[in-house]
Nanobody
Framework: QVQLVESGGGLVQPGGSLRLSCAASGRVSSIYQMDWYRQAPGKQREFVARIRSGGSTSYADSVKGRFTISRDNAKNRCDLQMNSLKPEDTAVYYC????????????WGQGTQVTVSS
């Protein structure tokens, strides 16, 4: 029902910054909240950040103070500003969308690769 495309990943040095973007298409009016997840090599996918329709946010403890999630008023884009990046942030980052009932209305896409290395 909703298609999401992640972009903005790349290779950065420790301490550097990246800004990831998630563009939504389809029935974007159904989106209530959007999230970022990540999956590192050999590890399970984990929650990173979430932003709700009213603007409230949630973050994983591992990224608090370093990452900031935002969205535009039309709910068709969600960005993740990542600062003070660490090697342990290396992962494929995915975005998701949920409706008012908190049901996921997007499927897992290809994600965008973030590599933090010197």
């Amino acid at each position: 029902q909703v298609q999401l495309v992640e972009s903005g990943g790349g290779l950065v040095q420790p301490g550097g910054s990246l800004r990831l973007s998630c563009a939504a298409s389809g029935r974007v009016s159904s989106i209530y909240q959007m999230d970022w997840y990540r999956q590192a090599p050999g590890k399970q996918r984990e929650f990173v950040a979430r932003i709700r329709s009213g603007g409230s946010t949630s973050y994983a403890d591992s990224v608090k103070g370093r990452f900031t999630i935002s969205r535009d008023n039309a709910k068709n884009r969600c960005d993740l500003q990542m600062n003070s990046l660490k090697p342990e942030d290396t992962a494929v980052y995915y975005c998701t969308a949920e409706d008012k009932s908190l049901l996921r209305i997007s499927s897992w896409g290809q994600g965008t690769q973030v590599t933090v290395s010197s």
